[in-house]
């Protein structure tokens, strides 16, 4: 689960959908409210787990480090309380149907599911060591270019098999990327993301969140002519690059605390942001092609893997530990 920060704080805060003014309807939940166990999981229990500390709080519930009984396998283990927002039972339900479709080494693995009586529900998934990267952003600085390319190239191969299963993510931002001790990066949290039964299935449903929607997710009568619902994730890949490579948002000068209307604003009538001279010509271009603002002309994630900055660095530390 992603962390999320204490509203109304002096820190830059991105607005969540409980912040913004919802165009279209939610899309609807699952219809199923059974235990489910993803494709790829070892069927861990709540039985089988004990709980060693929190990890952090958000949307509704908690995510713990846990402990296998048995073998001494660490996991994550999120917990969606039963009390919760039925908006947010909805999305833990999506994310599972989500996860049981998955598998892949660039999507964090979920290792079982369970509902108690109680109505708390709960997803066993991969610990991953580092945390979300914007919490290493926010230990370590800003990323260099090599650094982001590792990023970038990951991120890739991960959304490039999500599209592949026709699953759009619809909230790819540094706290839904977590890191583990190999310096892997992996995409989690898919409360919000859809999976696309037809071709041409609407996906403009006002979720995720607000600060790094694309120009069409916000005004689709304007942006959406020959709309792509994959390119949203594109877009959101290209801010997510460039706050870790500015060290804030990029929309908003360092420190500003953004609301609903300046980010409709600063994303469909301004021009999307740039990057500093210092940056290569490389990363401007890479950059370039996902910020554009019809979606059509976006890079799909087939082009940006063969794009020069992605192959130029094959291995890098994300850290320095």
Not at 95 to 100: A, S
Request: proline share 7%.
């Amino acid at each position: 689960m992603a962390l999320v920060r204490e509203r109304r704080q002096i820190n830059l805060r991105l607005p969540e959908l409980s912040d913004c003014r919802p165009r279209f309807p939610l899309p609807l939940p699952p219809t199923s409210t059974t235990t489910t166990t993803s494709n790829n999981s070892s069927n861990i229990s709540c039985n089988d787990i004990e709980k060693i500390h929190v990890l952090g709080h958000g949307n509704g519930g908690t995510v713990y480090k846990v402990r296998h009984k048995r073998n001494s396998q660490i996991y994550a283990l999120k917990v969606v309380h039963g009390d919760s927002d039925p908006l947010v039972r909805r999305q833990i339900y999506r994310e599972i149907e989500i996860l049981r479709r998955t598998d892949s080494p660039y999507i964090v693995q979920c290792h079982g599911s369970y509902e108690k009586p109680s109505g708390d529900i709960g997803i066993v998934m991969e610990y991953m060591e580092l945390g979300t990267l914007d919490s290493i952003l926010q230990k370590y600085g800003a990323f260099d270019e090599s650094k982001l390319s590792h990023v970038a190239r990951q991120v890739l191969h991960g959304l490039s098999y999500l599209h592949g299963q026709k699953i759009i993510h619809r909230d790819i931002k540094p706290s839904n990327l977590l890191v583990n001790k190999d310096m892997e990066v992996k995409i989690a949290d898919f409360g919000v993301s859809k999976i696309m039964q037809r071709t041409l299935d609407a996906c403009n449903s006002y979720v995720g969140t607000c600060a790094y929607m694309s120009p069409e997710r916000f005004d689709p009568d304007t942006y959406g002519v020959n709309y792509d619902g994959y390119a949203g994730d594109i877009w959101s890949l290209g801010l997510t690059l460039m706050e870790l490579y500015l060290g804030h948002f990029p929309f908003l000068p360092p420190g500003q605390r953004p609301d609903w209307a300046t980010l409709m604003c600063a994303i469909c009538f301004g021009d999307p942001p740039s990057l500093p001279e210092g940056a290569s010509e490389e990363f401007r271009d890479f950059i370039q092609c996902c910020l554009q603002k019809e979606s059509s002309k976006r890079w799909t994630t087939s082009q940006l893997l063969s794009h020069p900055f992605v192959c130029k660095n094959p291995i890098s530390d994300l850290v320095d530990l």
